[in-house]
T-cell receptor, first 112, second 111 residues
Framework: QKEVEQNSGPLSVPEGAIASLNCTYSDRVSQSFFWYRQYSGKSPELIMSIYSNGDKEDGRFTAQLNKASQYVSLLIRDSQPSDSATYLC????????????FGAGTRLFVKA | DVKVTQSSRYLVKRTGEKVFLECVQDMDHENMFWYRQDPGLGLRLIYFSYDVKMKEKGDIPEGYSVSREKKERFSLILESASTNQTSMYLCAIQDGIYEQYFGPGTRLTVT
């Protein structure tokens, strides 16, 4: 079992729809959770961080964390073609030194 | 804004060559990282450093070494490049609560 798992996709949504990206993690002591966006040929860019259970909203993006289910998600409202990218989930734990594990990413296509 | 720069965007080297990849940050961040990214495998940590002259192995350190003589500069060294080291190499710094910020990446091809 991978430490951080994401559906590789591609996930295809029409413009204006809500895109829902999901991530599960295996280590219960994980403390910090991140979503990165990566355009083709570019480096990852941090778009959201979340540290406690519940929802965190930033513009069109909402991160959701459920530590009991070991699940973190990213919702993108009013999806735009410019949102088409690979989204990486990352999880950090701090036991005997911190470690960040990245998922392999979900490819999102937003159709105009 | 955090700024991380890498010495080259694209690099082509021959098998057996010694390769240096450089990463420079413009702030006083202590923690710096080197990753490689391959399709289907995601980001894998090669080495990280939490201070000048300090380094720790990541998950895949074999065939690589690092150097951090100054706080702003973290170098990745491929002692003898091999074709299986063809990859995208990404440098990152840590800020805030474990947030990582990446440089533009170096796409290395070893022929």
């Amino acid at each position: 079992q991978k430490e951080v798992e994401q559906n590789s996709g591609p996930l295809s949504v029409p413009e204006g729809a809500i895109a829902s990206l999901n991530c599960t993690y295996s280590d219960r002591v994980s403390q910090s959770f991140f979503w990165y966006r990566q355009y083709s040929g570019k480096s990852p860019e941090l778009i959201m961080s979340i540290y406690s259970n519940g929802d965190k909203e930033d513009g069109r993006f909402t991160a959701q964390l459920n530590k009991a289910s070991q699940y973190v998600s990213l919702l993108i409202r009013d999806s735009q073609p410019s949102d088409s990218a690979t989204y990486l989930c990352a999880v950090t734990r701090n036991t005997g030194g911190f470690k960040t594990i990245f998922g392999a990413g979900t490819r999102l296509f937003v159709k105009a | 804004d955090v700024k991380v720069t890498q010495s080259s965007r694209y690099l082509v080297k021959r098998t057996g060559e010694k390769v240096f990849l450089e990463c420079v940050q413009d702030m006083d961040h202590e923690n710096m990282f080197w990753y490689r990214q391959d399709p289907g495998l995601g980001l894998r940590l090669i080495y990280f450093s939490y201070d000048v002259k300090m380094k720790e192995k990541g998950d895949i350190p074999e065939g690589y070494s690092v150097s951090r003589e100054k706080k702003e500069r973290f170098s990745l060294i491929l002692e003898s490049a091999s074709t299986n080291q063809t990859s995208m190499y990404l440098c990152a710094i840590q800020d805030g609560i474990y947030e990582q910020y990446f440089g533009p990446g170096t796409r290395l091809t070893v022929t």
